[in-house]
């Protein structure tokens, strides 16, 4: 246990330094389910006006704005992060080593554009800042609706912890 954590703890870490690689992770293919894409430019459409979208599509892109902000914020206790993460029950030695990781206490995200995949899938475009400047701009993973909530996917806490070269039970 004890191994597995600081495996998770390093991977964190490398998470943090090695972000501005986070970028190549991302590919063409249609997202699905929580499968890290790439998005079109600000006022661009990413995909067909038929991908589908929430009934409600402006709640859906505050609340994944506000989510994704929390779930990247070090002040958001272990058990948020948790609710706000795709599986996060499942993922929870991941999430406690980006709690006890010191540079993980001035990163922070901003969600600068979200493109819905489906009334249940969204692309993501945000930017990860550290210290409030800008480490990895442009960044894109995907949000999942999953019990009633838009959390930030597996598969994109998973290409950033991939980028550290540690592997980590749950990724």
């Not at 599986?87 to 493109?115: C, H, I, R, S, Y």
């Amino acid at each position: 246990m004890v191994l597995r954590r600081r495996a998770a703890a390093l991977a964190a870490a490398a998470v943090l330094l090695l972000t501005p690689a986070v970028a190549a992770c991302s590919d063409d293919e249609p997202a699905t389910g929580n499968q890290v894409t790439s998005t079109a430019p600000p006022g661009m459409t990413a995909r067909p006006s038929d991908a589908g979208e929430p009934d409600d599509p402006a709640a859906a892109r505050a609340e994944i704005t506000r989510n994704w902000t929390a779930f990247f914020d070090a002040d958001t206790p272990a058990a948020e992060r948790v609710k706000l993460l795709e599986n996060g029950e499942e993922m929870k030695d991941v999430l406690a080593a980006f709690a006890g990781n010191p540079q993980a206490a001035a990163t922070t995200a901003k969600v600068t554009g979200v493109a819905f995949t489906s009334a249940s899938g969204a692309d993501v475009t945000y930017d990860l800042l550290v210290g409030g400047n800008p480490l990895l701009p442009d960044s894109r993973g995907t949000s999942v609706l999953q019990d009633d909530t838009w959390k930030v996917s597996v598969k994109t806490l998973c290409g950033l912890v991939k980028l550290s070269g540690v592997t980590v039970d749950g990724c």
